[in-house]
């Protein structure tokens, strides 16, 4: 017995050495980047972006999306007054001698498919009258392919700048897919695309620089409309790229391209982001029409602040304050008693000594709310309750500039 379990047991030792040498040699071959003394583990990297690197998805989503964007064009028809001596005109305006005479002009923007209706979202500017008095006519849509068709718009909202053109929806690209833009990110990237300066598919591309912009436009009617929560974007957005689509990396919506910030700055771009181009497109499709924005606040004063000199005019002794320099006949302010010489203390309850925020105050409300004033009258304070009116275009009631000549004697320069 013990002769069979000795040779066995030498042979089971000699297994186990030589299993265990094989091991080693496979280990040290195969799993060479495993992490131990003299290694380092193995790095984990992120799954590529679908599509590979950026520009190839850019260059992807624009491919994509293209044939749903279009150009859009419209005919407006109007009236001009052309002065008979410029030279008067600078004196007296339109008031001057002069002619009116028919005038008939062309506009253009950018527009992407809606839906399979037929329907074009693009902002209202583009197919409203860009000048008073005038209309709107022979609305021409062009798709990148050549294809021409004929719209008519359905519906426009004035105060939030969007408008849906209907055409024939027999042989449409496919409706572009909206992102949801509540969840943007800044710093992704944005791509405009449209027909800028009349340039077909124009592309440029940058990045959601931030949210929750206010831009305020000023309208034909001389009208300032303040556009709320926009999205700002270094995609450069330039004359007829309005109402073309701010896409993502995917080809989905994130915006509507609107404007760029006034004064001549580059690289700062709005747009109406995708979630309220929704919102307002699917209700101006359940109600075609034509809906114009709340006429802007109207109080009929021109304002300043109070300063020594008009404190020695009006026999002003208190704090604070903003003073009245004139009142526009028959304004609200004209019908409530309020006169030059008075001191505006507080409006709506809040107490003010700044002209520029009592103006933003009076501008941020509407045509027709009810507004209480508190004033300082020749000595005497009291309180008004008026009825705001609906600011008149063209009036002389608009901002003027101050005089520079001695900061504490400025001109009043609000008028709301």
Do not use: C
């Amino acid at each position: 017995m013990k002769n069979r379990v000795l040779p066995t047991a030498i042979v089971a030792l000699v297994g186990a050495i030589v299993g265990s040498f094989v091991m080693m040699l496979y280990a040290s071959t195969h799993f060479a980047n495993v992490a131990g003394p003299n290694n380092t583990p193995p790095a984990v990297s992120a799954a590529p972006l679908s599509g590979g690197s950026d520009q190839e998805r850019i260059i992807s989503a624009v491919k994509r999306t293209k044939p749903s964007v279009v150009a859009i064009s419209v005919t407006v028809n109007g009236k001009q007054y052309i002065p008979v001596d410029p030279f008067l005109q600078q004196f007296f305006g339109q008031s001057g001698p002069g002619i009116v005479q028919p005038f008939r002009g062309k506009a253009s923007g950018s527009g992407f498919i809606y839906d399979d209706k037929g329907d074009i979202v693009t902002n209202a500017h583009v197919v409203r009258p860009p000048v008073a008095n005038a209309t709107v006519s022979n609305i021409q849509v062009l798709f990148p392919n050549g294809v021409k068709k004929t719209g008519k718009v359905l519906a426009a909202n004035i105060g939030a700048d969007l408008a849906v053109v209907r055409i024939d929806p027999k042989d449409v690209p496919p409706a572009l897919t909206l992102a949801d833009s509540d969840k943007a990110q800044q710093g992704q990237w944005a791509i405009a695309i449209g027909e800028p300066y009349e340039l077909q598919q124009s592309v440029s591309v940058g990045v959601v620089s931030a949210f929750n912009r206010n831009e305020p436009i000023q309208t034909e009617t001389g009208q300032t409309l303040t556009f709320k929560g926009l999205m700002q974007t270094s995609a450069p957005i330039n004359p007829g790229n309005s109402g073309g689509p701010l896409i993502d990396m995917n080809g989905d919506v994130l915006g509507v391209n609107q404007s760029t910030l006034r004064g001549g700055a580059e690289g700062i771009g709005f747009a109406i982001p995708s979630n309220t181009v929704k919102k307002v497109v699917d209700e101006m499709i359940a109600h075609p029409g034509i809906t114009q924005p709340p006429a802007q606040a109207f109080l009929g004063v021109v304002l300043g602040p109070v300063t020594q000199g008009f404190r020695n005019q009006a026999g002003y002794r208190g704090q604070g304050g903003v003073a009245v320099y004139q009142v526009g006949s028959g304004s609200p302010a004209d019908q409530a008693g309020i006169n030059p010489g008075d001191v505006i203390l507080k409006f709506n309850g809040k107490a003010y000594s700044d002209n520029k925020s009592l103006a933003d105050a009076i501008g941020k409300m509407h045509a027709g709310e009810k507004a209480t004033v508190e004033i300082w009258s020749q000595g005497n304070k009291r309180l008004v309750t008026l009825t705001l009116g609906s600011r008149p275009a063209g009036t002389g009631y608009e901002q003027q500039p101050p005089d520079q000549q001695n900061p504490d004697e400025q001109a009043p320069d609000q008028t709301p």
